[in-house]
């Protein structure tokens, strides 16, 4: 890996998971015997690739957040903690403040993905040995037909091989991210997700090919699904 400077692994954690249903967020939501959040912090100090991390959660829960989290874990990769605003997009600058100076590369990963391997980041940070390329996004090609509707009438089927499903990291240049979220902030422009921020200002991404499995805790359902993946991994070691 050819690349210069430093990797922050910047964990979003700030929020309420109302469609989870458990007060409080879901970050903290126990699988397999530990926080949800737990299994995501591990995964990303057990990545030889990442050299820092900052977790963003509110800013009045971060003891508890620590607590919780870090229970039983000796996490060798040092952790900084932001306070998270009241949009992702906000809860990404937050996090972006506190990345070290050294860094160059950094990715930007939903707390509620307990999934995520090491192996992905680290061939999906490997992307940044092209010079031209100024973000990455995880994910997988799109495996359902997709409709495009009014209400709920179909307009059009569009063609699905050149549709991707987003998940996260999500990788960017270090400078690349302050400059679009610069750019956003002045042009008043929200994106749904990191890599919008950086498309809007006219970077250069590309997707990442990583496990299905990756998925992002949404309902209280998905619990089981995390436990069978982690009790799948367990056994193959």
């Given at each position: 890996?050819?690349?210069?400077?430093?990797?922050?692994?910047?964990?979003?954690?700030?929020?309420?998971?109302?469609?989870?249903?458990?007060?409080?967020?879901?970050?903290?939501?126990?699988?397999?015997?530990?926080?949800?959040l737990?299994?995501?912090?591990?995964?990303?100090?057990?990545?030889?690739?990442?050299?820092?991390?900052?977790?963003?959660?509110?800013?009045?829960?971060?003891?508890?957040?620590?607590?919780?989290?870090?229970?039983?874990?000796?996490?060798?990769?040092?952790?900084a903690?932001?306070?998270?605003?009241?949009?992702?997009?906000?809860?990404?600058?937050?996090?972006?403040?506190?990345?070290?100076?050294?860094?160059?590369?950094?990715?930007?990963?939903?707390?509620?993905?307990?999934?995520?391997?090491?192996?992905?980041?680290?061939?999906?940070?490997?992307?940044?040995?092209?010079?031209?390329?100024?973000?990455?996004?995880?994910?997988?090609?799109?495996?359902?037909?997709?409709?495009?509707v009014?209400?709920?009438?179909?307009?059009?089927?569009?063609?699905?091989?050149?549709?991707?499903?987003?998940?996260?990291?999500?990788?960017?240049?270090?400078?690349?991210?302050?400059?679009?979220?610069?750019?956003?902030?002045?042009?008043g422009?929200?994106?749904?997700?990191?890599?919008?921020?950086?498309?809007?200002?006219?970077?250069?991404?590309?997707?990442?090919?990583?496990?299905?499995?990756?998925?992002?805790?949404?309902?209280?359902?998905?619990?089981?699904?995390?436990?069978?993946a982690?009790?799948?991994?367990?056994?193959?070691?």
């Open positions: 890996m050819h690349r210069t400077g430093e990797v922050c692994a910047i964990i979003l954690a700030g929020g309420s998971g109302e469609r989870f249903g458990r007060t409080g967020g879901k970050q903290l939501a126990v699988a397999s015997g530990r926080p949800i737990s299994w995501t912090l591990e995964a990303f100090d057990r990545c030889e690739a990442v050299d820092s991390i900052v977790l963003v959660c509110p800013g009045d829960r971060q003891t508890e957040y620590a607590e919780a989290a870090l229970e039983g874990l000796d996490l060798k990769t040092p952790i903690y932001a306070t998270s605003g009241s949009t992702r997009q906000a809860s990404m600058a937050s996090g972006l403040e506190l990345v070290p100076e050294r860094t160059s590369i950094v990715a930007v990963h939903d707390g509620a993905r307990p999934l995520i391997a090491p192996e992905t980041v680290v061939r999906a940070i490997a992307l940044f040995d092209d010079e031209a390329v100024d973000g990455v996004v995880v994910g997988h090609p799109s495996y359902d037909t997709l409709k495009m009014d209400g709920t009438r179909v307009i059009e089927t569009p063609d699905r091989s050149r549709f991707w499903q987003a998940q996260t990291p999500q990788i960017f240049r270090r400078t690349v991210l302050e400059g679009a979220l610069a750019k956003a902030t002045a042009d422009y929200l994106g749904t997700d990191d890599s919008a921020i950086v498309e809007h200002a006219g970077g250069r991404v590309v997707m990442f090919d990583a496990p299905r499995e990756n998925i992002k805790v949404t309902v209280a359902e998905d619990i089981a699904y995390v436990e069978a982690l009790r799948c991994r367990s056994e193959e070691r």
